[in-house]
């Protein structure tokens, strides 16, 4: 079903000390709201974010994971790990992790169909380069993305999917996507589900918009149709940032 969702990215910032406080700040001051607000700390403060947030309506969910149920992959955590602790829902796709850490497609579909097969949620990030939007094929390569990844997936699968479009040029840069071009994406892919699968998919999944928002640009992002909230990076890590674009929502 299509919620209202704010997630906050945290990335690799926040030691423990700093997360507990972060969390406790913005679970004081957290609004009422029928909105889902998620915060995403690294690894290691999961499971104490987890147990700080027993009785918050926050839901603690993590970045990253591998594929495999468990073995040989040092450095890495499965979705049994995550499930373990209390979580449910893990972000795949980030465009750091596509860039950073050679996530191709190919990877990403694996990674979704082991979350999902463990009934977890899957947060898809997808997202044209400038160069992308610069030559026009912005709306093609989104459409890659989601098809290598997603669109091998049975149509109950999407249940379980939310997605982030998060064009690699408005990350952490300060420059957004105008509320228009984030209207015409989320739009665009909401099309492109509905021809791949039907319209009622495309009419339940949650699609949010990542990049450099801030509380001065987050009320008139949401305020587009198909925009259903963001996923937030820079910005999560300021609790009253954080807490004002839970606001705007
Ligand atoms: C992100 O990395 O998911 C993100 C949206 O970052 P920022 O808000 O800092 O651009």
Not at 50 to 73: C, P, R
Not at 98 to 109: K, N, Q, S, V
Not at 167 to 174: D, E, K, L, S, Y
Request: hydrophobic share 45%.
């Amino acid at each position: 079903m299509r919620k209202k969702i704010v997630a906050g990215n945290w990335k690799m910032n926040k030691n423990m000390q700093e997360t507990e406080a972060l969390l406790s700040e913005v679970s004081a001051k957290l609004p009422d709201t029928s909105a889902t607000v998620m915060v995403s700390p690294t690894f290691v403060n999961l499971a104490s974010a987890v147990n700080q947030l027993e009785d918050s309506t926050i839901e603690v969910i993590a970045q990253n994971m591998h594929f495999a149920e468990s073995g040989a992959y040092t450095g890495e955590i499965s979705a049994d790990m995550l499930l373990n602790i209390g979580i449910n829902t893990v972000i795949l796709g980030h465009s750091e992790r596509r860039a950073y850490f050679g996530e191709t497609d190919e990877i990403l579909e694996k990674k979704v169909k082991a979350a999902l097969a463990k009934n977890m949620t899957v947060m898809f990030c997808f997202g044209e380069e400038l160069a992308d939007r610069k030559s026009d094929n912005h709306f093609s390569v989104v459409e890659s993305q989601l098809k290598n990844a997603l669109f091998g997936l049975d149509a109950s699968a999407w249940s379980s999917i939310i997605l982030a479009y998060e064009p690699v040029w408005a990350i952490g840069t300060g420059e957004t996507a105008s509320p228009e071009q984030a209207q015409e994406m989320h739009a665009f892919v909401r099309k492109t589900i509905a021809t791949a699968f039907d319209q009622t998919i495309a009419d339940n999944v949650s699609i949010l918009y990542g990049g450099s928002v801030k509380p001065s640009n987050a009320e008139e992002i949401f305020s587009k149709p198909d925009v259903d909230g963001g996923l937030i990076g820079g910005a999560a890590l300021v609790a009253d940032d954080f807490i004002a674009i839970v606001k705007a929502i």
